[in-house]
């Protein structure tokens, strides 16, 4: 499908492509992420759709060189709608022989490979477990290798400047860049204004990097080893004004925006993990927004602050990763008895106990719906893609408000450290939320903190209101007087309006929608960060002439008012999750239906491939 | 918004919420709630704007006895819930209310935590040396040696000293009473409502129930004065019953002394609660009985800055040097490109 055209600007012939997909890998010390997020926010604004996966270790400093410490970026931009940050790569920009080693398996056959010629010395190869050098033994003709000296094509590029040999050696990422750039037609200039804004008061430091960035992209101009550019052209998206939005992004944007639109102010109250520590991060940069931020000694006293917070009248947060959820369990009971509106962010990733800390996975569902003691019913939502983080939690507030219970929020290190374009809402078409706080009582009549309205909610009374004096805690309430109560059908009358209100929530929800045929041989279902691996495959599938439907649920309890219909409507239900089966779980205790599961742990989010492949073995 | 009970002086009475109290007859606690409620009068507290917080325990029970706003929250965590509610409402009175077990055992990271950071809210300490709410077992302030049902060959832990805890955590303010004390329980409570930051106070409490007798060396009429040493800052440590002993210096340690044979009051240790190094409150918080009276009273005072107001002034600090916060402003901010 490619044609070929004759640019003006350079010599080189430019061949049109629909989409590519590169990864920058290197040491950890390399500087890949910042190149990945460089050619990003380049695609975005020439107005690519773009989907990007980081990868990085969990150790800060891997030993120099091996492959513990590698880390990779990878981005995927096209002229259409994409989904996922692609599962093979085209081009493989590899800083050294350790991340030429763990990634190469995901370059397709005829791929473009890049490498720093000049790591590839006896120690580094040795570290990356070569006996030789691939660079030389012809173990790489399957792929189109461009191996480049680029520490010391960077040195001679940074040279007078007065600059170390570590700090000349420091801007080879800006070098890779600019070769990737040439590459793929990508303008410079993004790049170069970030580099005046980060190195502005270290001038020669930013001259080195303007330096190594154009010299990397003159090579490719004017060196005789490449034959050829590639270029993607703007993606039709729906129009409006878009940025480039992390889901840990999106999310902390959209705790400020129900603030707002509910004129709560927010109080975060959160203890450090990766990988929801960036919300944090990103919050405490805006405390003009009212934002109080409170670090605070550890989980408990984060969730336990949160319900102070929550009583006393704020729009109370908390995020955390799976090992900090189970920290906070006590305490979300105790939200949940209380009975006071709180939102619980998970950023999930690989578990169980400290896990994977930097990998992805799937695996705190049932943590989330039932991983507290006593029957301790909770709505939770999943957000399916970075930019959906945002929509995801304006709605997780109005639930808690209009419920007055703890709502958990489902996001993943997938879609936390993923991005993708985001349109940008004007703010006062977001949809606005209601918060109701009682008058005060000055008759001398009695205040009822657990009397109901017709959502089975109870009212929201703070501090500071005369005559609504009331003590709540965790220990059973009577029945509308809030009074402590241990008798015994009292408790089970509790336990019944707390999960009925829960369930409630399903009528105030919408229903499920399907993307593809109403009823057909195959329902594909998922939920949270596979989204967009699901829809891809269903669509590649539908497009083979597959009866293949995708449904991807966001209301994960109460679940849709229709999923038991739809899930009846078809042969078979497949169900891929990056866990052993939960929401199978689910949906075999809820609707009794008969599913397949696709189940994947490896803490890396599905290839489109995979699910594929599922989809045709059960179509066949 | 408050404005009958803000004309109304309020009685003790009026503090009283409708609840059974229901701790066992002769529990230590009934008389510190008594005491409390006295205080709260006494200070002129609005019902409405004073909020008490617990974790578990019995004296954890404390705030469905009083008719204020009142969370009874979980074990160990009531500093951290009181920590949410001060910083988001500066505005209201907060008292935590703990047991030597919920605060220094389960609790003691919050405790601790809470008292550095020095928000403005009181932390009251009901110390009976054993767990009560279930039923006897030894607590992290019980005695090495401690016979209990968890501990029939006797305690092996160190015990932990409330005070020195919280001294070694930068208190501002440190105070120590006795439930059946009520004249001076009375005071200390109200010099830790008068208190700006967080005021930490023991309290000396009586479990007739699983600890009787804990603390009849300080409480037993015949030997209390030659047991106990009030504190007044200012004062020289003078204690007994014909108050004819004292505290004095000796190199780096406290020895108790007899007045008059050559030693007089100037000899004596001075107390100084507002002295802003902490070594003489750390000093007065070892002392302990039987080689020392144990004080009681204020052991330190002093003023330092506040976390509540510290975080608020940052956010007021934000808005004034980058105005508040325009959402269509941080959304359209940095790269951004349209799609016709
Ligand atoms: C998470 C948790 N662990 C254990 C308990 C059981 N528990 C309740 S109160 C208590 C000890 C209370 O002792 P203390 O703080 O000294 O209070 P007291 O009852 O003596 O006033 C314990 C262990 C609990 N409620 N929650
Ligand atoms: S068990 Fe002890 S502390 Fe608890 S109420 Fe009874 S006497 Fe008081």
Same mark, same amino acid.
């Given at each position: 499908m490619a044609s070929t055209t004759t640019s003006v600007e350079t010599h080189k012939p430019i061949i049109e492509v629909h989409s590519a997909t590169v990864r920058f890998c290197g040491d950890s010390g390399d500087g890949m992420q910042l190149a990945g997020t460089q050619m990003t926010n380049t695609s975005a604004l020439i107005g690519n759709d773009i989907a990007t996966f980081p990868d990085f270790p969990a150790e800060i400093r891997a030993p120099r060189g091996t492959k513990a410490g590698v880390s990779g970026f990878q981005i995927h931009f096209a002229d259409t709608e994409i989904f996922t940050p692609g599962d093979r790569v085209d081009a493989l920009v590899a800083m050294n022989p350790a991340a030429l080693v763990t990634n190469l398996a995901d370059l397709i056959p005829g791929g473009i490979l890049i490498v720093n010629k000049d790591a590839f010395d006896e120690k580094s190869l040795k570290l990356a &477990?070569?006996?030789?050098s691939p660079l030389e033994d012809g173990t790489l003709k399957a792929f189109q290798l461009f191996s480049v000296e680029m520490t010391r094509l960077t040195r001679l590029a940074v040279e007078g400047l007065g600059l170390s040999v570590k700090e000349a050696d420091r801007c080879r990422n800006f070098y890779a860049m600019g070769l990737a750039f040439w590459l793929y037609d990508r303008p410079l200039d993004t790049t170069l204004r970030y580099i005046d804004a980060k190195f502005g008061k270290r001038p020669d430091v930013a001259e080195a990097n303007r330096r190594a960035l154009h010299a990397g992209y003159n090579y490719g101009e004017t060196v005789e080893a490449f034959a050829s550019q590639f270029r993607v052209n703007p993606a039709k998206l729906t129009p409006g004004k878009y940025r480039n939005i992390t889901g840990n992004e999106a999310t902390a944007w959209g705790l400020l925006a129900a603030s707002k639109r509910s004129d709560c102010d927010l109080f975060y109250g959160t203890y450090p993990i990766t990988p929801a520590s960036d919300i944090l991060h990103e919050l405490a940069k805006h405390k003009n927004f009212g934002v109080r931020t409170f670090q605070a000694e550890d989980e408990i006293a984060a969730i336990t602050s949160v319900i102070g917070a929550a009583f006393a009248g704020a729009m109370s947060v908390t995020g955390s990763s799976g090992p900090g959820i189970a920290l906070k369990g006590e305490g979300i009971g105790l939200g949940v008895m209380t009975e006071l509106p709180m939102l619980v962010i998970n950023v999930q990733r690989g578990g169980p106990s400290t896990g994977l800390p930097t990998k992805t996975e799937q695996a705190d569902l049932l943590q989330a719906v039932c991983g507290r003691n006593g029957e301790c019913p909770a709505p939770v939502i999943a957000a399916r893609s970075p930019a959906d983080c945002f929509d995801v939690v304006l709605e997780a507030w109005r639930i808690a408000v209009r419920y007055m219970t703890p709502v958990f929020i489902l996001t993943d290190g997938y879609i936390a450290n993923g991005s993708e374009p985001w349109r940008i809402p004007e703010v006062d078409s977001l949809p606005s939320i209601t918060v109701t706080h009682p008058g005060p009582i000055t008759n001398g009549d009695k205040y009822l903190p657990y009397q109901r309205d017709e959502r089975l909610s109870r009212p929201w009374a703070v501090p500071g209101t005369a005559g609504l004096q009331h003590r709540i805690g965790g220990l059973e309430k009577q029945d509308i007087t809030g009074n402590v109560s241990y008798d015994p059908l009292n408790h089970e009358h509790m336990v019944h309006l707390r999960a009925n209100k829960v369930a409630g929530i399903a009528n105030d929800i919408p229903l499920q929608e399907v993307d593809g045929p109403e009823k057909g041989k195959l329902l594909v279902i998922g939920w949270g960060g596979t989204y967009g691996a699901l829809a891809t495959a269903v669509r590649k599938a539908r497009a083979a002439g597959g009866a293949v439907a995708h449904c991807h649920l966001r209301y994960l309890n109460p679940m849709p008012r229709n999923l038991g219909e739809i899930l009846k409507s078809y042969d078979k239900v497949l169900v891929p999750e990056l866990n052993l089966g939960q929401l199978r779980l689910l949906l075999q205790g809820t609707y009794g239906v008969e599913t397949v599961g696709l189940n994947k742990v490896q803490g890396k989010p599905f290839t489109v491939g995979e699910v594929e492949d599922k989809i045709k073995e059960l179509l066949a | 918004m408050s404005t009958e009970s803000a004309l109304k002086v309020l009685t003790p009475g009026d503090f009283a919420s409708d609840q059974d109290v229901r701790w066992c007859p002769g529990c230590g606690d009934y008389s510190i709630l008594a005491q409390m409620k006295k205080v709260l009068a006494g200070i002129g507290a609005v019902r409405e704007n004073t909020v008490f917080i617990s974790g578990i325990g019995c004296s954890s029970r404390f705030p469905y006895y009083v008719d204020t706003y009142g969370i009874h929250s979980i074990h160990g965590r009531a500093p951290a819930v009181a920590t949410g509610l001060k910083t988001v409402r500066p505005d209201l009175s907060v008292w935590v209310i703990t047991g030597d077990g919920d605060g220094l055992s389960i609790g003691g990271n919050h405790l601790m935590h809470a008292i550095r950071r020095n928000l403005d809210m009181n932390i009251i300490l009901f110390n009976n040396r054993i767990y009560g709410l279930t039923k006897g077992q030894y607590s992290p302030t019980s005695p090495l040696g401690k016979v209990t049902k968890s501990t029939p060959m006797g305690a092996i832990d160190n015990p932990l000293h409330p005070l020195s805890i919280a001294i070694g955590c930068e208190a501002t303010f440190v105070a120590r009473s006795i439930d059946v004390n009520i004249k001076h329980l009375e005071m200390v409570l109200h010099r830790a409502a008068e208190h700006r930051g967080t005021s930490f106070v023991e309290i000396y409490q009586n479990c007739n129930v699983f600890n009787d007798g804990a603390y009849n060396f300080a409480t037993d009429r015949e030997t209390k004065a030659d047991t106990t040493l009030e504190l007044e800052h200012g004062k020289p440590l003078i204690f007994g019953k014909d108050r004819n002993k004292g505290i004095r210096l000796h190199g780096m340690d406290p020895e108790v002394v007899e007045l008059g044979k050559g030693i007089s009051e100037d000899d004596l240790l001075f107390h100084d609660e507002k002295a802003p190094e902490p070594s003489l409150a750390y000093l007065l918080s070892r002392m302990r009985y039987p080689e020392f009276p144990e004080p009681i009273g204020v052991l330190r005072a002093v003023d330092a800055p506040r976390y509540e107001e510290m975080l608020n002034g940052q956010v007021a600090e934000a808005k004034k040097a980058? &105005?508040? &916060?325009d959402l269509d402003k941080l959304f359209n901010s940095g790269d951004t490109w349209t799609v016709a």
């Open positions: &477990g070569y006996s030789g | 980058r &105005g508040e &916060g």
